[in-house]
């Protein structure tokens, strides 16, 4: 059914449905009986609860960020049996982002190029719908694990992109449980030389100093690219270890169009540049995971996103060494089911 729903859906272009989506699923959410119907049992399976960071996940398959930016569909989304979400990217300043149109499909790939730009709230508007959210919800609904996956703005210099930084984990620090540092999305300019040593000790190094301060520090995590060199992922396993970080998100969107095969290039060309994810990524998303986890001996926990659509992509992540799974393309292609899919395929 969702197959003949999303042929119809990919007529119109892909933000404007985005939206017209999750306002579709809110208002089905309140019809009585609905909600048990998209959240089957499998979500809630005792054999899929995880321990990790601290913190029980009531199944391993999460939602990457990007896809929530500003915390405005976390009933609808923990409706679908999400065992966690990760909103954001979150910015200290509200920004419109990059100009429209920004969101391509791939069908042909399974895959979507974005250079949406960090578009968002702003921090305090996010926090503060975080803050209503959790009180209104009750204490069952309170177990869904909120992570926040925090940026600088556009405008900032890469010099002081640490204050960027700081001021969303302090914002965010009592509305979420963990804490995404997302210096290597391809579409704010200068981003990713963010992702160099010792630009990365300097940003890293000063949330944990300030994380260390609280009596009840958040994980600390930072979102890796999947186009980092291998001295590259050395350093930033070795400086993950330095600083005691909880864990790596591996991986971000890539900017290399050699899979597309399928694709003419002057299409490709006049699409321009943004990161690209879903089943092209799928491959180098898991080698990427593989190489940390056997690099670190598995000291440090693996987030594995990128080219995620069925339990047997999950099970592949896992079987690499990651310790939880994060779904976005994937969900846009398979739809509302996907995570009781993969939680059925894996139990």
């Given at each position: 059914?969702?197959?003949?729903?999303?042929?119809?859906?990919?007529?119109?272009?892909?933000?404007n449905?985005?939206?017209?989506?999750?306002n579709?699923?809110?208002?089905?959410?309140?019809?009585?009986?609905?909600?048990?119907?998209?959240?089957?049992?499998s979500?809630?399976?005792?054999?899929?609860?995880?321990?990790?960071?601290?913190?029980?996940?009531?199944?391993?398959?999460?939602?990457?960020?990007?896809?929530?930016?500003?915390?405005a569909?976390?009933?609808?989304?923990?409706?679908?049996?999400?065992?966690?979400?990760?909103?954001?990217?979150?910015?200290?300043?509200?920004?419109?982002?990059?100009?429209?149109?920004?969101?391509?499909?791939?069908?042909?790939?399974?895959?979507?190029?974005?250079?949406?730009?960090?578009?968002?709230?702003?921090?305090?508007?996010?926090?503060?719908?975080?803050?209503?959210?959790?009180?209104?919800?009750?204490?069952?609904?309170?177990?869904?694990?909120?992570?926040?996956?925090i940026g600088?703005?556009?405008?900032?210099?890469?010099?002081?992109?640490?204050?960027?930084?700081?001021?969303?984990?302090?914002?965010?620090?009592?509305?979420?449980?963990?804490?995404?540092?997302?210096?290597?999305?391809?579409?704010?300019?200068?981003?990713?030389?963010?992702?160099?040593?010792?630009?990365?000790?300097?940003?890293?190094?000063?949330?944990?100093?300030?994380?260390?301060?609280?009596?009840?520090?958040?994980?600390?995590?930072?979102?890796?690219?999947?186009?980092?060199?291998e001295?590259?992922?050395?350093?930033?396993?070795?400086?993950?270890?330095?600083?005691?970080?909880?864990?790596?998100?591996?991986?971000?969107?890539?900017?290399?169009?050699?899979?597309?095969?399928?694709?003419?290039?002057?299409?490709?060309?006049?699409i321009?540049?943004?990161?690209l994810?879903?089943?092209?990524?799928?491959?180098?998303?898991?080698?990427?995971?593989?190489?940390?986890?056997?690099?670190?001996?598995g000291?440090?926990?693996?987030?594995?996103?990128?080219?995620?659509?069925?339990?047997a992509?999950?099970?592949?992540?896992?079987?690499?060494?990651?310790?939880?799974?994060?779904?976005?393309?994937?969900f846009?292609?398979?739809?509302?089911?996907?995570?009781?899919?993969?939680?059925?395929?894996?139990?």
């Amino acid at each position: 059914m969702y197959t003949l729903l999303r042929r119809m859906l990919f007529w119109f272009p892909p933000e404007n449905v985005h939206y017209f989506s999750m306002n579709c699923l809110s208002l089905a959410g309140k019809i009585p009986g609905v909600r048990t119907l998209f959240r089957p049992s499998s979500t809630a399976a005792p054999r899929l609860k995880k321990q990790l960071f601290g913190l029980e996940f009531i199944n391993p398959v999460g939602l990457a960020a990007g896809f929530d930016k500003n915390a405005a569909y976390l009933t609808e989304l923990q409706m679908l049996g999400f065992g966690f979400i990760e909103i954001g990217t979150v910015t200290p300043k509200p920004q419109p982002g990059n100009d429209k149109p920004r969101l391509f499909r791939l069908p042909e790939h399974r895959a979507i190029i974005n250079r949406m730009g960090f578009n968002n709230d702003g921090v305090k508007v996010v926090a503060e719908r975080l803050r209503q959210w959790r009180n209104r919800r009750t204490e069952s609904q309170r177990r869904m694990i909120i992570g926040g996956n925090i940026g600088k703005n556009k405008a900032t210099p890469n010099e002081d992109a640490w204050k960027d930084y700081e001021a969303c984990f302090r914002e965010l620090f009592d509305c979420v449980d963990y804490f995404v540092v997302n210096v290597s999305s391809p579409n704010t300019p200068g981003l990713r030389a963010l992702q160099e040593r010792d630009s990365l000790n300097k940003i890293l190094g000063h949330l944990q100093t300030l994380n260390r301060q609280h009596p009840s520090p958040k994980p600390l995590l930072l979102k890796i690219a999947p186009d980092l060199s291998e001295p590259q992922l050395d350093d930033v396993i070795d400086l993950a270890l330095e600083i005691g970080l909880d864990g790596l998100v591996a991986a971000n969107t890539t900017i290399d169009r050699s899979a597309l095969t399928a694709i003419p290039a002057k299409k490709i060309a006049k699409i321009g540049a943004g990161g690209l994810s879903g089943a092209p990524l799928k491959d180098r998303s898991t080698a990427i995971v593989r190489y940390i986890c056997q690099k670190t001996g598995g000291r440090i926990p693996v987030i594995a996103s990128g080219g995620i659509f069925t339990a047997a992509d999950a099970r592949e992540k896992f079987e690499a060494g990651a310790a939880l799974v994060q779904v976005w393309t994937g969900f846009i292609y398979q739809g509302p089911s996907i995570v009781a899919d993969i939680c059925k395929g894996l139990l």
